[in-house]
């Protein structure tokens, strides 16, 4: 009975009875859903938790940021932009109390945990519960250099259980000694600078393999924070965090209190920083020039940047004109400027887009546009001699009228009759307006862009004054036609473009220069130009034996102040000014911008052999007869002789046997 009663069911209430074989599928069917169901969802929950895991052949270039080199003409470095890397070293190349140091700060169970560490984990969580806040991590180095390397900078739960699997994945496929290598050439170190060798190099002019126990707690001390403890950003901090490393490298065994008492007393100091060239605005716009020609992809690979920088001169500018504005700047009111210099074929040798680049990375020389004033009147001269006027040509400087605008002359006084020669050295206004009514304003825009002005000029009668805006960069390009004897060439600040491991994407070809004026007529502007520099508004500017020419400009109520002037061997424009278009303090182009054109051209003309500027000694004013001492005085002795004669004559006027000799030896013209 038992054994029927077990194959009959259990009873219930004294009944016996079975399930249906219908609801039992039901019921098998069902947990075999839920089973797949489970199983679906577990195997999504998976592949949404799991990172991509990186190929082990590429695993070394994983996560790099790029780096651009930038050369000079020289092919001298000048700096470097992105990651600043060094040489990778293997971690077993290092000291051992520089590994130490980031073993006791970022993971001191290291080389005992399978890249996630529970112990330190649970650690981070009480202590960041009992104050309340995030205040200690529990990532292990195995784990920074997954997220560094491999994965996004968002703080999610998704995110943190991809980190765990990714070290993991790591610990698997790499050796501790790899992975140690991986972290301290890859992580970022502040200053731009990315690996332990760089950072050695940036912080402390040495190799990693020679810091010191000082300068290795200092640079442990990094990761944490890399732009907050830098030492270039804050020495004292840095210090002290240098300091609190230390202690750990004590409290995780590694070092005893009496090794580290001499880096406590004596904390590691940079090196001072050398690089005083001030090139970063120049930088940024041979970084432009290379965007232009290939898009902003090409800032994805590393690549180095062979530039027209000359950085002896870059140094010059930036000399003077922090010199002058530190000295002038504050009494004239006057709170930035800018200059650009050229080689005859148009390379850009040195860039200065303001005072500080630390500051305010507005490139002034660039980006900025401002009224160049009388600084555009050569365009306006330039379209008169093309249209048959010459330097000798007279026009008369005085009241006029166009349209019920009536312009004026600087001080409000008049010459009268003069020279467009004498116009242009003594900046006349009404003369230039003249002249530019005269050939027409279209010919003076179409001269002016056909210089190299590419910015949108006024139709107005006050196009003459230069009352439309220009770069610094531009004005300069402008003129460069002027020093070349009429050949242009467009301004440039790039020569080649190539990858890290030297492959060419780009490289300048040589350009056949295209002429734009007659090479007489450069000729009779340089003689022009040359006197404003000799008798004219730049005479502070002049640069003695070296044929130069220049013109000033200085825009409505002193708002801009411009010297633009030229060798055979450099084009220079500078402008000053205020980045809130405030008036300065009666600044002319004569005075301030002057003082910071002739001290950068000395400086950067030295060494260099006298070239002559085609045309600028041509004319030889009246006053320049007498050439030498000696000259002049024999002249006062023929001169007082002469009047002798003459008082001797007058006695003898009545004696009849006077002879015609007497008289001809005394008249004018025989001496």
Do not use: C
């Not at 005072?355 to 507005?362: G, L």
Request: proline fraction near 5%; avoid cysteine; hydrophobic fraction near 45%.
């Amino acid at each position: 009975m038992s054994g029927a009663q077990g194959d009959e069911g259990p009873e219930r209430g004294g009944r016996r009875w079975r399930l249906p074989r219908v609801r039992l599928r039901w019921v098998l069917t069902g947990l075999a859903g839920l089973v797949l169901v489970a199983a679906a969802g577990t195997l999504a929950l998976g592949l949404w938790l799991a990172p991509d895991f990186p190929d082990r052949k590429t695993i070394w270039e994983a996560g790099k940021v790029p780096s651009i080199v930038f050369l000079d003409a020289a092919g001298e470095r000048i700096a470097t932009r992105g990651a600043i890397r060094g040489e990778s070293v293997p971690a077993t190349a290092l000291p051992d109390h520089l590994i130490e140091a980031f073993l006791a700060t970022e993971d001191r169970r290291f080389y005992s945990h399978p890249g996630v560490d529970a112990l330190s984990l649970a650690r981070a969580v009480l202590a960041n519960l009992r104050a309340g806040g995030l205040v200690q991590g529990g990532s292990t180095i195995t784990q920074q250099v997954a997220k560094n390397l491999f994965l996004t900078p968002e703080r999610t739960l998704r995110r943190k259980l991809q980190e765990a699997a990714l070290a993991l994945w790591l610990e698997r496929h790499l050796s501790k000694h790899e992975i140690l290598t991986l972290y301290l050439n890859r992580i970022y170190f502040g200053a731009g600078t990315y690996g332990i060798e760089a950072a050695a190099e940036t912080y402390f002019g040495v190799p990693a393999s020679e810091v010191t126990l000082a300068q290795a707690a200092m640079l442990a001390g990094l990761p944490k924070a890399p732009s907050r403890y830098a030492p270039t950003s804050d020495l004292a901090l840095a210090q002290a965090r240098a300091a609190d490393v230390l202690r750990n490298m004590v409290e995780a065994g590694f070092r005893s209190e009496m090794e580290i008492a001499q880096a406590l007393a004596h904390p590691a100091e940079p090196r001072p920083r050398t690089d005083v060239s001030g090139s970063a605005y120049f930088l940024d716009h041979a970084l432009s020039e290379v965007t232009e020609r290939f898009g902003l992809e090409v800032l994805e690979r590393d690549l180095v940047i062979t530039t027209t920088l000359d950085q002896r001169l870059q140094s010059e500018a930036v000399e003077a004109v922090r010199t002058h504005l530190e000295a002038e700047g504050e009494a004239a009111k006057a709170g930035q400027a800018a200059l650009v210099s050229l080689a005859p074929d148009g390379a850009i040798r040195a860039m200065v887009g303001g005072r500080s680049y630390e500051e305010s990375q507005f490139n002034r020389a660039t980006q900025a546009r401002r009224q160049p004033g009388s600084a555009f009147k050569p365009f306006v001269f330039l379209a008169a001699l093309e249209a048959g006027l010459t330097p000798d040509t007279v026009r008369t400087d005085g009241p006029l009228t166009i349209g019920g605008w009536s312009p004026g002359n600087y001080g409000g006084s008049y010459q009268g009759p003069v020279t467009l020669r004498e116009a242009v050295a003594k900046s006349l206004n009404t003369v230039a307006v003249r002249v530019s009514e005269e050939v027409g304003r279209e010919s003076v825009s179409a001269t002016a862009q056909r210089m190299g002005i590419v910015s949108p000029l006024t139709a107005g009668p006050s196009l003459a004054l230069g009352s439309s805006e220009v770069s610094v960069l531009e004005l300069a390009g402008a003129y460069l036609p002027f020093a070349t004897l009429g050949l242009k060439e467009a301004p440039f600040a790039v020569v080649r473009v190539a990858t890290a491991n030297g492959g060419v994407l780009w490289e300048r070809a040589p350009q056949e220069p295209r002429r734009v004026i007659e090479a007489d007529t450069a000729r009779a502007m340089n003689q022009m130009l040359h006197q404003v520099l000799r008798t004219g508004t730049a005479r502070s500017a002049d640069l003695g034996a070296r044929p130069a020419a220049a013109k000033t400009g200085t825009s409505q109520d002193w708002r801009d102040a411009w010297l633009v002037g030229y060798t055979a061997d450099l084009v220079t424009a500078v402008w000053v000014g205020n980045d809130d278009d405030s008036p300065m303090n009666r600044v002319t182009g004569g005075g301030l911008p002057a003082r910071i054109w002739k001290d950068y051209m000395v400086a950067a003309h030295e060494g260099r052999a006298i070239t002559a500027l085609e045309g600028a000694e041509d004319y030889v004013p009246p006053v320049a007869i007498v050439a030498s001492t000696d000259e002049y005085a024999a002249f006062l002795d023929r001169l007082s002789r002469h009047f002798t004669e003459v008082r001797h004559m007058r006695t003898v006027a009545r004696e009849p046997e006077r002879r015609e000799s007497d008289w001809k030896r005394v008249l004018p013209w025989n001496w």
